[in-house]
Structure formats: structure tokens, C-alpha cells
């Protein structure tokens, strides 16, 4: 049985995933000229996100629902953090998958939590990308440098960001 929280949560989750897509296109963009060993590992995870995207889509759809209001603002949002990040090379990227990744991986783990008993298709559907985004976060943290400027000053604002974008989603 669909749920209102089942619902938004299936909303932001496809604005999420648009975004996510987003980031990674422009990180892809530029890391042609900062990155080029990243590319092969972006074009991968983006390619997941957009399967993941697919997901949420068609939970929408089964549902009757339109797409969250915040869904082109997540993807310009994206766009200009994967592009901005991009330009500022390996650490840089890799320092904002981690930061994003781990706040959806704890907010996936708590729409879990809340929709369990109550919406089981959105439960299954965000059952469904979690081994994915554990592995974008775990790949992406093993190559943040510790100790460089990048992940210092870029995981706390990303990480605010991606929750603020969350939490704005979630009441739209």
C-alpha cells in the first residue's frame, strides 16, 4: 500500500538520483582535464544512478505520481557541484562522492526504517540501490587524500548541502 511519506520520499529520492546523474556528468566533463583516470569509475557510477533513477521513475509512475518539484534544481545543483568539483581534480571528486553518498546512505537507512511496516514497494525500491551507493561511497572514500585541502574544506559543505537539499525536497 502507497503512503504520503512512501510518496515524497520516492519523490526526492528521483530528484536525488537526477542530481547524482548530474554531478557526475560534470565531474566527467572536467575530469577530462583534471582527471582522466576517474572517467572509466564516473561513467560507471553515473550509469548506476541513472538505473537507480529508472527505479524511482517508475515507482512514480506505478504510483500516479509527478516528479518532485525540486527535480531540475537538483540537476543544476548537481551539475555545477560536479563541474566545480571536476576542476579541482581527484581529491576534490572523490572527496564529494563520499560526502553526498554517505548522507543518502544514512538517509536511505532511515526511509528504511519508516517505511517497513507502512509502504513496502518504496521500501523495496530504495532496497534496491543501497549495495550501489554503499559502494560508490566506499570506493570514492578510499581514495580521499587525507590530510589535502579538498576533502577538508569540501566534505562539510557538501555534506550540508545534500541535507538541506533533502530536507527542502522533503516538504515540497
Known amino acids: 500500500m ?37 572517467i572509466g569509475e564516473l561513467t560507471e557510477f553515473r550509469s548506476h544512478e541513472r538505473r537507480h533513477r529508472d527505479i524511482f521513475r517508475a515507482e512514480l509512475q506505478r504510483r500516479r505520481q509527478r516528479r518532485c518539484r525540486s527535480y531540475w534544481l537538483c540537476g543544476l545543483g548537481g551539475f555545477v557541484l560536479g563541474a566545480t568539483t571536476g576542476l579541482l581534480g581527484p581529491s576534490a571528486i572523490a572527496a564529494t562522492t563520499a560526502a553526498v553518498e554517505s ?25 534496491s540501490i543501497v549495495a550501489e551507493e554503499q559502494q560508490h561511497h566506499d570506493r570514492s572514500a578510499s ?15 557538501v555534506s550540508a548541502a545534500t541535507e538541506s537539499v533533502i530536507w527542502l525536497g522533503m516538504r515540497a
Not at 536525488?16 to 583516470?37: D, K, P, S, W
Not at 543518502?104 to 530504495?126: E, F, K, T
Not at 581514495?143 to 559543505?157: D, E, I, N, S
Request: aromatic letters at 4%.
Open 2 to 38: 502507497a503512503s504520503d511519506l512512501g510518496n515524497r520520499i520516492i519523490k526526492i529520492n528521483h530528484a536525488g538520483e537526477h542530481g547524482a546523474i548530474c554531478i557526475y556528468t560534470g565531474q566527467i566533463l572536467m575530469a577530462r582535464l583534471t582527471a582522466r583516470g576517474m
Open 143 to 157: 581514495q580521499v587524500q587525507a590530510g589535502r585541502f579538498w576533502p577538508k574544506v569540501l566534505v562539510p559543505m
Open 103 to 127: 548522507v543518502v546512505l544514512r538517509h536511505l537507512q532511515q526511509q528504511l526504517v519508516a517505511l517497513r511496516d507502512s509502504d513496502s514497494a518504496a521500501a523495496s525500491a530504495i532496497s
